[in-house]
């Protein structure tokens, strides 16, 4: 990846999105295209226009966090928009291509495993920052088993996501769900400029899905941590739940996410009902034969 380029494709992208009104600047001259100018981001950001003009150009070398900091405001960046910001001048930094990434971790503690399977009234998951499910309990791996069973997918949620068809089913509100995991990829991304196995993945999307390209253009950032997501699943039907995505410093590599439906709803009944047929391997239908009466 080109990291002066995101660099200058992020800060356009960003001072395209402000607008006058909202920026405060008055009195303007009419404008062509909507925005501000590159003189009215300087002023905002207390720096010289030759100074963000270079930043602009993708030139981050040397900025100070303060400076950052500022330019932030100007844009009115959002906290993952400001911590990319940083990220992306850290990637720049003396040094930073000499840093060796350590891979994503395919595996994890024995100690963590046993607490994830302890939970029984949550499904969860363990990814690792290319989306990866390493790890789940039963209710995670029936509750994912979709994307852990797609040759497409091959257990990556991003893949699953834009290379196999049945994730349009899968999640409902694929396009929101679409936004968000480009989002946050591109978050991640900015963390570990020099991860060759996350980078791979995102050239792999790039190249075939028309969906994620366009995505991926727009430099939108954004966390992963928590919110509610709606799933189709094939076995229960509909599921709304609530998640919560934790970071693992032990395992900094890893973030573990849980899943939850809120009591005494269809959802919670349905989850209930999928944790029943992954503990005892039957098939939905055989569910279905155990409630009819004989």
Do not use: C
């Amino acid at each position: 990846m080109d990291r002066r380029q995101d660099a200058a494709d992020f800060l356009k992208s960003r001072r395209d999105r402000m607008t006058p009104d909202k920026a405060g600047v008055f009195g303007s001259p009419r404008r062509r295209v909507p925005g501000l100018r590159r003189e009215e981001v300087a002023f905002l950001a207390g720096v010289s226009v030759d100074y963000y003009v270079r930043m602009e150009r993708g030139d981050l070398r040397g900025v100070s966090p303060e400076v950052l900091d500022a330019l932030a405001r100007a844009l009115q960046l959002d906290e993952a928009e400001t911590a990319y910001l940083h990220d992306l001048a850290a990637a720049a930094g003396p040094g930073s291509r000499r840093r060796r990434e350590k891979p994503a971790d395919a595996s994890i503690r024995p100690g963590l495993q046993r607490f994830i399977d302890a939970v029984t009234g949550a499904a969860v998951t363990v990814q690792n920052r290319r989306g990866d499910i390493v790890a789940a309990n039963a209710l995670g791996r029936a509750l994912y088993a979709p994307v852990l069973g797609s040759p497409a997918g091959r257990g990556n949620t991003a893949r699953f996501l834009y290379l196999d068809p049945t994730a349009r089913s899968f999640w409902p509100d694929w396009e929101s769900i679409a936004d968000q995991n480009v989002a946050s990829l591109r978050s991640i991304a900015g963390q570990h400029p020099h991860d060759k196995g996350l980078h791979d993945l995102i050239g792999e999307l790039v190249t075939r899905s028309d969906a994620f390209r366009v995505r991926w253009a727009s430099h939108d950032v954004r966390f992963h941590r928590t919110g509610v997501k709606r799933l189709h699943h094939p076995e229960v039907g509909e599921l709304e739940l609530a998640y919560e995505t934790m970071d693992l410093p032990a395992s900094p590599e890893l973030r573990m996410t849980a899943y939850t439906a809120a009591p005494d709803t269809p959802g919670a009944e349905r989850l209930a009902l999928l944790g029943s047929l992954a503990a005892s391997g039957a098939e939905p239908e055989d569910a279905e034969a155990s409630r009819r009466p004989t």
